[in-house]
């Protein structure tokens, strides 16, 4: 079994800046694709940002040029700076993983419990 577990969420105004971070934890042989999602209440859940293991990333437009998705592969974390932060940025924000176990095998859908990120005017 694979934990997620996300920190860095809390409270800031409009134009701050916030660093979440996501580690992954348990029968891990290699992290594929990592990603940030979010939900704001009353919306389904989107896509912030992904990064595969190859480096290579996509944003949703609304977060382009704002936010940035990194990854320490030797630490499986993926990080999320978020920059010029907005009040619709407001939601909980879910780390999401796909993984290969020791064991073998390809597994996907995995996320954590989320942070809440809450952008005031």
């Known amino acids: 079994q694979v934990q997620l577990v996300e920190s860095g969420g809390g409270l800031v105004q409009a134009g701050g800046s916030l660093r979440l971070s996501c580690v992954a934890s348990?029968?891990?042989?290699?992290?594929?694709?990592m990603a940030w999602y979010r939900q704001a209440p009353g919306k389904q859940r989107e896509l912030v940002a992904i990064?595969?293991?190859?480096?290579?990333?996509n944003y949703a437009d609304s977060v382009k040029d704002r936010f940035t998705i990194s990854r320490d592969n030797a630490k499986n974390m993926v990080y999320l700076q978020m920059n010029g932060l907005k009040p619709e940025d407001t939601a909980v924000y879910y780390c999401?993983?796909?993984?290969?176990?020791?064991?073998?095998?390809?597994?996907?859908?995995?996320w954590g419990k989320g942070t809440l990120v809450t952008v005031s005017s």
């Open positions: 348990g029968s891990i042989f290699s992290i594929d694709a």
């Open positions: 990064i595969r293991s190859g480096g290579s990333t």
């Open positions: 999401y993983a796909d993984y290969i176990r020791y064991s073998g095998g390809y597994v996907r859908n995995n």
